[in-house]
C-alpha cells in the first residue's frame, strides 16, 4: 500500500493460518508506528518473509506459506479536540 495517510496509531500482526502468532527466531510478530522504523522521507516500508535479520521492518512469515496479516489504522481524536469522554 501507499499513500495512506494516517495520523493516529497503526498496527500490523503476522499470524499463521490459524490466526495465532508463529514462533520465529526474530521474535518479530508486529509492527506498529512506534516500533517501525522510517525511512528518509517519513514512509514505513514493511517486508513478509524472506528476513535475513538485517532487514528493517521484516516480519517472518510461517512455514507453508499459508499466513494472514491485519492492520488497523486509528485517528487521533486528541488532535482534533474531540478526545471521547467517559460516560459515568
Excluded at 500482526?13 to 522504523?37: D, I, M, P, R, V
Aim: glycine content about 10%; proline content about 8%; aromatic content about 10%.
Amino acid at each position: 500500500m501507499t499513500d495512506v495517510p494516517v495520523d493516529g496509531f497503526w498496527p500490523i500482526s503476522l499470524c499463521n493460518a490459524q490466526g495465532y502468532f508463529e514462533k520465529n527466531a526474530s521474535n518479530a510478530y508486529s509492527l506498529n508506528n512506534f516500533t517501525a522504523k522510517k525511512n528518509p522521507d517519513a514512509s514505513v516500508t514493511i517486508q513478509f518473509g524472506a528476513c535475513d535479520g538485517n532487514i528493517a521492518n521484516c516480519l517472518p512469515t510461517p512455514p507453508g506459506g499459508n499466513y494472514g496479516s491485519t492492520g488497523r489504522v486509528r485517528k487521533s481524536l486528541s488532535a482534533s479536540g474531540n478526545s471521547p469522554r467517559r460516560k459515568r
